[in-house]
């Protein structure tokens, strides 16, 4: 039973940084794939970041690239997402995805795990 828990969101003033975490348990895949995928109110949940475990590759859409790193710690089974210079247009509920094999993809039909989501507001 594949878990992914989120924390690290919350309320930031435009310009400033969030650091989202997830942890992962329940699985034993030596490979998989995890990304971030946010929603915002009224719109289409959109992947923004993902990265390949095994591999290391990562994901990063256009609309992010230059202020949002996805990284890894394999350890921890824990997957960060770091948001610099945060806009007003980067408000959303941000969700933990997972799927245990190849990637990295940011297609939200690619994922059959997800986590709770995490609120992420910038003013």
């Known amino acids: 039973h594949v878990q992914l828990v989120e924390s690290g969101g919350g309320s930031v003033q435009a310009g400033g940084s969030l650091r989202l975490s997830c942890a992962a348990s329940g699985y034993t895949a030596s490979s998989y794939c995890m990304a971030w995928l946010r929603q915002a109110p009224g719109k289409e949940r959109e992947g923004i970041a993902s990265?390949?475990?095994?591999?290391?590759?990562?994901l990063i859409a256009d609309s992010v690239k230059g202020r949002f790193t996805i990284s890894q710690d394999t350890a921890k089974n824990t997957v960060y997402l770091q948001m610099n210079n945060l806009k007003p247009e980067d408000t959303a509920m941000y969700y933990c995805?997972?799927?245990?094999?190849?990637?990295?993809?940011?297609?939200?039909?690619?994922?059959?795990?997800w986590g709770q989501g995490t609120q992420v507001t910038v003013s």
């Open positions: 995805a997972a799927e245990l094999k190849g990637g990295p993809w940011l297609r939200a039909a690619s994922y059959a795990y």
């Open positions: 990265i390949s475990t095994i591999s290391g590759s990562t």
